[in-house]
């Protein structure tokens, strides 16, 4: 999940909450409710048929509540049952094919199928196979037998990894003297098999030069990598697939102009052939067929779209075909064993699903066929020979995020801290900031489907608890701060938007319409706006000219002005006190570092920093927050990470301190909200909002097993 920044406070704060336990068990009381009625209709009055209905609504109702759904889908079969209905099996059949999870379901409807129905019951399995370790991401495919699974240990310079799902061996293929691979060394990303599984194509970020390489390694990890592919105008290119022959890889790519392309490169010389330009975001996957002569893929249905369709390219350049279109978000799964059938996943169920469409001579040959219901929306980590599906579920988690009345003379709570977000619980992200009058809290929230992303912005009023979503245009793919403007009609954000422009952006909250107001390099952030209290200038961190470290930039919108006031190669967030005349900065330490870290205060206009803290390795300080009067900071110290994570930078609750202007400081006693972090005060109110973090939580792998064998797609 991405860094958060409130205005008026550093750090990254915002994270879902948690409905309360009195209305989770409300609905549970209610879903019992209406089964219990729904058996009394059946087994009480005898009405079979309205029996049936009532089953048939609740199925629906609470088709997310999968064992409610699923134990209304066996009453209403054996209600068909008694009525002599060979209805009663289909339904049973569906139970053990989409329910594959609901064990007491699944039973029951096995023992009523009858002999011979345990096999088609073991063709929906879906299981858990692995946790990955801490502080690890896989970019890449499973191998093609299903045994090895790649992953980047950023705990380990950032060099590629293979987990064997059989043995539970650990296996580095790559070796880096570099630093930590999110520094600036070098490190591997993306990767992926040859078809036979004995050689491994990865892109290699090249940390000096800040760009990326294609390398082949063997698997079994003996030898030294081979620079498949390497070119200065190509800023940065990932292998998605080899060819049937083992020749080709196929690449995406973007160029130093932001140019998305897909083509081919031959493995044996790295010659680069060019098939499609394409939007910036690029194919979510891309996969060549059995016989090689195409590659199937997935683009973004326009530039403000965020649902994608599903293409076929001829990779001799011949013909482009569209086989899979519609308001849906559509995205390539695999080619089946036979490379009759492209699979892709889909929510045009309502749900995402696994579909299959068969395919000949690169054009659809017949309609969409549905394999399997309700599949997630985890990351797709590609289709085995053996037709064994592999997924990823997230590894990210958000901070939570509470609200409170805080009293900032006595440095305590005045009222019990609650958590606030109420839906899309840990996917905050992008910054928040009050209104102007105090009223409402605007955040980003983070929607995921498979092969995209985009942000909603949440406009919440925390005394009532209602809340009002905007759905920006274009979108937004990530963001890194926000503030609202002073006339309360727009937010003014950092971020990327479906264009692929980066910078400062405005957005109008009536319209959802975004414009933006300052063009800068994606790599130059720019992170955490800030407004002055009369909107005639914004602060933010950019990277520093030269690429000398970072810098607090002030820009002035009417003239457009733009002047650096503060530059440090450790920059981390600057805040503006709430009358505008001050910002504090905190200094932060990457990665192995074992600097000190300070929290600074500079004038606004220009002038003199001076630091109000220090603290020496392995503690670390940051600036939490300014107190409403803006004579005063509440600082944490503490033994850090190594670098910001969610929420906090410490691996235990710290010590706050209020530090004046003047140096003078007092210890805050949190009580039972030690977990206090970066805060947001609300205008002229004693509400604040902050961030407690929260556990990374791991990400899991899961493979789903033979539901090709009762399909077309399996024949």
């Not at 001076?610 to 409403?628: C, F, Q, T, Y």
């Not at 235990?652 to 209020?658: I, K, L, S």
Request: one cysteine or more; a neutral charge.
């Amino acid at each position: 999940m991405e860094a958060i920044h409130l205005r008026r406070a550093t750090g990254f704060i915002l994270a879902g909450v948690l409905l309360g336990g009195g209305v989770i068990a409300q609905q549970r009381k209610q879903q019992d409710i209406d089964l219990q009625a729904a058996i009394r209709t059946e087994t009480v009055n005898g009405d079979l048929n309205s029996a049936i209905k009532q089953y048939g609504e609740i199925a629906m109702k609470y088709k997310n509540d999968r064992p409610v759904a699923a134990m209304a889908l066996v009453r209403m079969a054996e209600a068909y049952q008694k009525m002599g209905d060979a209805e009663s099996r289909r339904i049973y059949e569906r139970v053990v094919r989409e329910y594959s999870d609901q064990r007491e379901a699944v039973a029951i409807a096995m023992a009523k199928l009858g002999p011979g129905a345990g096999e088609k019951g073991k063709g929906m399995a879906s299981r858990q196979v692995w946790t990955l370790p801490d502080n690890t991401d896989v970019f890449g495919t499973v191998s093609p037998d299903g045994n090895l699974v790649p992953y980047v240990n950023w705990a380990q310079k950032g060099d590629l990894f293979l987990h064997d799902l059989t043995t539970g061996d650990e296996r580095r293929i790559t070796k880096t003297a570099s630093a930590h691979g999110g520094s600036s060394g070098d490190y591997a990303e993306e990767s992926c098999f040859s078809r036979d599984g004995k050689w491994l194509a990865y892109s290699w970020f090249k940390g000096k030069e800040k760009r990326y390489e294609i390398r082949l390694i063997d698997s079994r990890g003996s030898g030294e990598p081979r620079r498949v592919f390497d070119d200065e105008e190509v800023g940065w290119i990932s292998p998605a697939d080899w060819s049937p022959d083992g020749k080709f890889l196929a690449v995406q790519l973007s160029r130093k102009d932001r140019s998305a392309q897909i083509g081919v490169v031959r493995v044996e010389d790295g010659s680069l052939r060019i098939l499609k330009t394409v939007d910036w975001r690029g194919p979510n996957r891309l996969l060549f067929s059995a016989d090689g002569k195409y590659l199937a893929y997935d683009l973004p249905e326009g530039d403000t779209a965020v649902n994608r369709d599903v293409f076929i390219l001829a990779v001799d350049g011949g013909s482009e075909t569209r086989v899979v279109a519609g308001p849906a978000n559509d995205v390539v799964a695999g080619w089946s064993p036979e490379g009759k059938h492209l699979l892709f996943a889909s929510d045009r169920g309502g749900s995402m699903g696994l579909w299959s469409i068969p395919i000949v001579e690169g054009k659809v040959s017949g309609q969409p066929d549905l394999l399997k219901a309700d599949t997630g929306q985890g990351a797709l980590l590609g289709l085995t020979k053996m037709g064994r599906l592999y997924t990823q579920s997230s590894n990210q988690s958000g901070p939570d995020v509470r609200i409170a009345r805080f009293d900032f003379q006595k440095g305590k709570f005045r009222s019990t801290p609650v958590s606030l977000v109420q839906t899309y619980v840990g996917n905050i992200t992008g910054g928040a900031d009050w209104s102007p009058d105090g009223k409402y809290i605007a955040y980003g929230s983070l929607r995921t489907k498979p092969g995209t992303r985009n942000i909603a912005i949440v406009i919440h009023n925390p005394q009532t608890g209602t809340l009002r979503e905007l759905s920006p245009s274009p979108g937004f793919t990530s963001l890194q701060g926000m503030a609202w403007a002073r006339d309360g009609r727009s937010l003014v954000v950092s971020g990327s938007d479906f264009k692929g422009r980066n910078g400062i952006f405005g957005i109008d909250l009536e319209s959802g319409q975004g414009k933006l107001l300052l063009a800068r390099p994606p790599t130059d952030g720019p992170r955490f706006p800030t407004l002055s209290p009369d909107g005639s200038k914004l602060y933010f961190r950019g990277i520093a000219e030269q690429r000398t470290g970072f810098a607090i930039y002030e820009w002035e919108p009417a003239t457009g002005a733009l002047r650096e006031l503060f530059r440090r190669p450790d920059l981390g967030v600057g805040i503006v006190s709430p009358d505008g005349k001050h910002i504090a900065v905190s200094t932060v330490a990457f990665g192995p570092e074992t600097k000190p870290t300070s929290v600074f205060v500079l004038p606004s206009d220009g002038g003199e920093a001076k630091e109000l803290a220090r603290a020496e390795h392995p503690e670390s300080v940051i600036n939490v927050g300014w107190a409403p009067d803006s004579r005063s900071i509440v600082i944490a110290k503490g033994v850090g990470t190594g670098g910001f994570r969610a929420g906090m930078p410490f691996k235990e609750p710290p010590e706050f301190q209020m530090t004046s202007l003047d140096g003078n400081s007092r210890k805050l006693d949190l009580g039972p909200g030690g977990q206090f972090g970066p805060f947001l005060a609300q205008p002229d109110g004693d509400l604040i909002v902050f961030a407690v973090g929260q556990p990374r939580k791991p990400g899991e792998v899961w493979v789903l097993e033979n539901f090709l064998a009762a399909s077309p797609t399996g024949k």
